[in-house]
Structure formats: C-alpha cells, structure tokens
C-alpha cells in the first residue's frame, strides 16, 4: 500500500511539474528579449534589445510615433556595445556600453542616438545631454513586412528591420 501510495505522489508530482511548465511555455513574453553579436573589422558588437511584433497594428506614425525619441525595442532600452572605438556613419564613437534610441522621421532620414546611459526602462528618463553620438541614416524600405524587431550585425555596421522598415547603420 505504502508504495502505492509513493507512486501515486510521484504521478501527481510529475503531472504537477509538467502543467506548469506547459503553463510557462504558453506564457511566452509578448516582446522577448534578443541579442545580436558580430564583428564590424575588429570591433565585437552586442545589441540587446527586447523584439516586439507588428500584430496587424500601424507600427510607424501609429504605436510609433514620428519625431519623437523611441527605445529602439521593447521594455527596457535597447543597448549597444562595442569593445573597440568605432566610426558611426563617419563619426567617432569611443568603445562602451550605450542605450540605442531611434527618432523616426516621416522623411526617411531617421537620427540614431547612442547615449551613455546604458540602463534605462524605454525613453522615459531619456537625456540629451547624455548623449554620446547622434547620427542620421537613410531608412530603407523592407520587401515584405518583417513581423518581430529583430537586429542583424553586418560587416558594413548595423541594421534594425522592423514592420516594412530598415534602419541600417554603418560601422567602420
């Protein structure tokens, strides 16, 4: 009876464990986080960023307004780093860890602001006078519509392609 009853527990643990984890897998985060890594000459660069999904919603002058400064991602603002001093679309950025904030423009140039705050929950407590590096880059329009932000390092630099938008960002 007793190892009836042990087996049982352990059915019912087992069974337990397993809901739950179903139950978290189901929970996935509507903006998971993500990180993109790869070598622009000698300079390893990092970006993590928090991906969120288009969801049939106008991204661009809708949830995402123009002229206004944006995280670049989800939640938390998206970082950048490098471990060599770059050159970002022609201007010197010293190697470190920095938040990564875009200001759309319905004009197609859009300023990328690489700012020495690394740690910040979206562009909340966003400072200028913090600001390391601001840069213009031409946008260019995406083929089909890319579903969830995503970022990809490149030997020429950078790009974020979200929605039917890409915003990329040269590194020398």
Known sequence: MK???KSVTL???AITISVSAFAQEAKKPA??????????????????????SVKGRKIWGG????????????????TFETDKDIMVQGKALPAGK???FLIPKESGTWTAIFNKEPKQWGAYKYEEAKDA?????????????????VYKVNKAGFTMDWDKISVPVAIK
Do not use: C, H
Not at 134 to 148: G, S
């Open 3 to 5: 190892t009836m009853i």
């Open 11 to 13: 059915l019912l643990t």
């Open 31 to 52: 903006s998971p986080a993500a990180t993109a890594t790869g070598k622009v000459k000698e300079a390893t660069i990092t970006i993590a960023y928090s991906s969120p």
């Open 63 to 78: 949830l995402e307004a123009y002229d206004k400064v944006w995280r670049a991602g989800a939640n938390d603002a998206t």
């Open 98 to 100: 920095y938040s990564f």
């Open 133 to 149: 590096l601001r840069v213009d880059v031409k946008v260019k329009p995406l083929k089909a519509t890319q579903e969830t932000l």
